[in-house]
């Protein structure tokens, strides 16, 4: 790049690392034959009945505009969903807004809640886009390390170790990418209280939730007096196998979700019709594909969390999903090392845990979201390559 390109470019934007899965992805595109546990996108089609109301949708010539907040029709179900399956009540013509993607919305809620040198505390491993979504939003990342041997779960003391006076945003993300780690009511429960001690506003990320193994998902947002400072995200790309229609959505307080509109309808204007109508026949009428996934996730989990400590990678059971997040310290290493010399001698990819932040490193993300069949031969390939270290 030329010195006078260099100068175009925004000081935070330029000092921003790429993705870490897209880098590590462009190897994998030139090499042939790849078995791929590397893309956390679910290998099922999109429903058929979701489609077809796709299709009916442009059929009708339903490719107008809508609201800034999104279809009224779609806020109404997903404030009755969020109501029936986290406890939570939101009016959906000044609580919901729908947006592209839970990344958009998460970007929405950073613009619109945060000042330059606010301080936003998340737990790592996590999301490849959390830090650099705070740094775009000109505010300070300031990340809490999670441990294997706490199932990846975050702890109150952890959080409020490094809250400041500049601390503004706590965000959570349970299940959690690329971990599976989840939180119990009680954890969260503390974790509450922390937040409403040093007056932190909720992000949470809640995308995974249906694909939960064991054990009750509890939203924060549910808690005693947390609503009002949460924002709930939430989204079709995990539990609808929906990942190209890029419909997410957010609920909160009503002064939040308009501060949010006023950033999506200059940038985004709205979610595209066509798939908020589709976005609808998920909810109406999506729930049993949704469990047959889940049941499906779950024996591939059993499988690959097994094939692994048997190859002697140490991996804790994600209770939700569809990540493994196995420990390959033992190989001696680094997690870049593994996975690149994994995907050149054995054709297998799966991602650094580096690229979900400096806590992940010594692990590897195999997301088991790919055919059965697939997995065994995967696992198959990755235990030569381990014995071969040995």
């Excluded at 470019?9 to 000092?15: E, K, L, P, T, Y």
């Excluded at 959906?92 to 919305?105: D, N, R, Y």
């Excluded at 998340?122 to 441990?147: G, M, N, Q, T």
């Excluded at 650094?352 to 055919?371: D, K, L, N, Y």
Aim: proline share 5%.
């Amino acid at each position: 790049m030329s010195s006078v390109h260099r100068n175009f470019i925004a000081h935070h934007v330029a000092g921003i690392p790429r993705s870490g899965i897209r880098d590590f992805f462009e190897l994998v595109q030139n090499t042939t034959g790849v078995i791929s546990l590397g893309v956390g996108e679910p290998d099922f089609a999109t429903p058929w009945h979701i489609r077809e109301a796709a299709i009916y949708a442009l059929e009708r010539g339903r490719t107008q505009y809508t609201s800034n907040l999104g279809l009224l029709k779609l806020r109404e179900c997903i404030s009755d969903y969020v109501e029936q399956h986290f406890g939570v009540r939101y009016d959906p013509k000044t609580e919901v807004l729908v947006a592209v993607g839970v990344s958009e919305a998460l970007d929405l809620a950073l613009r619109a809640v945060l000042n330059p040198g606010d301080e936003v505390i998340y737990h790592e491993p996590c999301y490849v886009s959390y830090a650099p979504s705070v740094v775009l939003a000109h505010a300070v990342p300031v990340p809490v390390a999670c441990k294997a041997e706490d199932g990846f779960a975050v702890t109150a003391q952890a959080i409020e170790a490094v809250v400041t006076p500049k601390s503004k945003v706590l965000m959570l993300s349970f299940p959690t990418n690329p971990t599976g780690g989840t939180m119990t009511r009680q954890q969260l429960l503390e974790i509450a209280e922390v937040a409403r001690r040093h007056d932190l506003l909720i992000l949470t990320d809640e995308i995974y939730s249906e694909l939960t193994f064991e054990g009750e998902h509890v939203s924060i947002a549910s808690l005693p007096g947390m609503a009002e400072r949460t924002i709930f995200l939430h989204g079709f790309s995990k539990a609808y196998a929906m990942t190209g229609f890029r419909i997410g959505y957010a609920c909160g307080p009503a002064p939040l979700i308009d501060a949010m509109m006023k950033v999506h309808q200059y940038a985004i204007m709205c979610a595209s019709i066509i798939a908020q109508e589709a976005a609808i026949e998920a909810l109406t009428h999506g729930a049993a594909a949704t469990a047959e996934m889940r049941d499906q996730y779950q024996l591939r989990r059993n499988f690959i969390v097994k094939a692994l400590n048997d190859m002697g990678l140490k991996c804790h059971l994600p209770r939700g999903s569809f990540y493994a997040f196995p420990d390959i310290t033992s190989t001696g290493l680094s997690s870049k090392e593994f996975a690149v010399r994994l995907l050149n001698e054995e054709k297998v990819a799966c991602v650094p845990g580096g690229a979900f932040g400096p806590s992940g490193e010594g692990f590897v993300r195999c997301c088991f979201a790919t055919a059965f069949d697939k997995i065994q031969v995967a696992m198959d390939k990755t235990a030569q390559f381990v014995d071969r270290l040995k």
